[in-house]
């Protein structure tokens, strides 16, 4: 075979390779995807469930300091009732009052917290929620994940094994092009000549669509040599049909 023969069997084998190696990278990008949005998502989760722990303990403290005024409000009452003096009555009478005033205050306070922590609650219900069917969209992303994997992999393996066996068979100058375009587009190396117009000899690459100087394209017919597209730098290949149309005799 020569050089273009050899060329144009690594691109197609190497354009499997691509396909079937994107089918995974795509469905693993989509697996590293929902784990990004879980890993947020149970952030904002335990931040909130943070805040609804301090805002119910507060709630709690203050619910602690009014029952412990009304323990010391019944306690004012039963002094009262035991009280001998007028004195000692209007002392444990304002004692009271300023403790239901405290109380009131506190028990206000509490109410608030809880108001807070019920509405707390309610968004870590909802955190929940989006946390729960973030994790069954994973779950749905890792099954299509292992089934790509089960599908592909050993058909993969064989097509990187045919590959490197046509990569053996270009010459190395040739192959250092064709990794470095593959490296630079991530796309197809190659692309075919397209004929516009034979008469007027105009001829297009099949990558950008620039037309090809005719000169590139009779060394490509003539030449056993690297001939490259002269705006997007791709490697020219001529298909069969329009080889066979040009009167061209297959170099293999
Ligand atoms: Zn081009």
Same mark, same amino acid.
């Given at each position: 075979?020569?050089?273009?023969?050899?060329?144009?069997?690594?691109?197609?084998?190497?354009?499997?390779?691509?396909?079937?190696?994107?089918?995974?990278?795509?469905?693993?990008?989509?697996?590293?995807? !929902?784990?990004?949005?879980?890993?947020?998502?149970?952030?904002?989760?335990?931040?909130?469930?943070?805040?609804?722990?301090?805002?119910?303990?507060?709630?709690?403290?203050?619910?602690?300091?009014?029952?412990?005024?009304?323990?010391?409000?019944?306690?004012?009452? !039963?002094?009262?009732?035991?009280?001998?003096?007028?004195?000692? +009555?209007?002392?444990?009478?304002?004692?009271?009052?300023?403790?239901?005033?405290?109380?009131?205050?506190?028990?206000?306070?509490?109410?608030?917290?809880?108001?807070?922590?019920?509405?707390?609650?309610?968004?870590?219900?909802?955190?929940?929620?989006?946390?729960?069917?973030?994790?069954?969209?994973?779950?749905?992303?890792?099954?299509?994940?292992?089934?790509?994997?089960?599908?592909?992999?050993?058909?993969?393996?064989?097509?990187?094994?045919?590959?490197?066996?046509?990569?053996?068979?270009?010459?190395?100058?040739?192959?250092?092009?064709?990794?470095?375009?593959?490296?630079?587009?991530?796309?197809?190396?190659?692309?075919?000549?397209?004929?516009?117009?034979?008469?007027?000899?105009? +001829?297009?690459?099949?990558?950008? +669509?620039?037309?090809?100087?005719?000169?590139?394209?009779?060394?490509?017919?003539?030449?056993?040599?690297?001939?490259?597209?002269?705006?997007?730098?791709?490697?020219?290949?001529?298909?069969?049909?329009?080889?066979?149309?040009?009167?061209?005799?297959?170099?293999?």
């Amino acid at each position: 075979m020569g050089l273009h023969d050899t060329l144009h069997a690594l691109f197609l084998v190497d354009q499997q390779v691509r396909g079937l190696q994107s089918r995974l990278d795509s469905a693993a990008q989509l697996v590293r995807t !929902q784990n990004a949005k879980i890993d947020q998502r149970t952030r904002q989760r335990d931040e909130i469930a943070d805040r609804l722990k301090h805002t119910q303990a507060t709630a709690a403290n203050f619910e602690n300091e009014a029952n412990a005024a009304e323990e010391r409000i019944e306690k004012l009452r !039963q002094q009262m009732n035991t009280a001998t003096t007028n004195k000692e +009555y209007s002392a444990f009478l304002l004692e009271m009052n300023t403790l239901k005033v405290e109380k009131g205050k506190v028990e206000e306070q509490a109410l608030e917290e809880l108001t807070r922590a019920d509405a707390l609650k309610a968004d870590l219900d909802e955190h929940e929620a989006k946390l729960t069917e973030q994790q069954r969209i994973r779950e749905r992303a890792e099954t299509e994940l292992a089934e790509r994997k089960a599908d592909v992999s050993g058909r993969l393996e064989e097509l990187k094994a045919e590959r490197a066996e046509a990569a053996e068979k270009v010459p190395s100058n040739a192959l250092a092009v064709f990794d470095r375009l593959l490296n630079m587009f991530d796309d197809d190396p190659m692309a075919p000549v397209i004929e516009t117009d034979r008469r007027r000899l105009e +001829y297009n690459c099949g990558g950008c +669509y620039m037309q090809i100087p005719i000169e590139r394209v009779n060394q490509l017919a003539t030449q056993d040599e690297v001939v490259q597209c002269p705006s997007c730098q791709r490697m020219l290949y001529l298909e069969a049909e329009l080889r066979e149309s040009m009167g061209i005799k297959s170099n293999s």
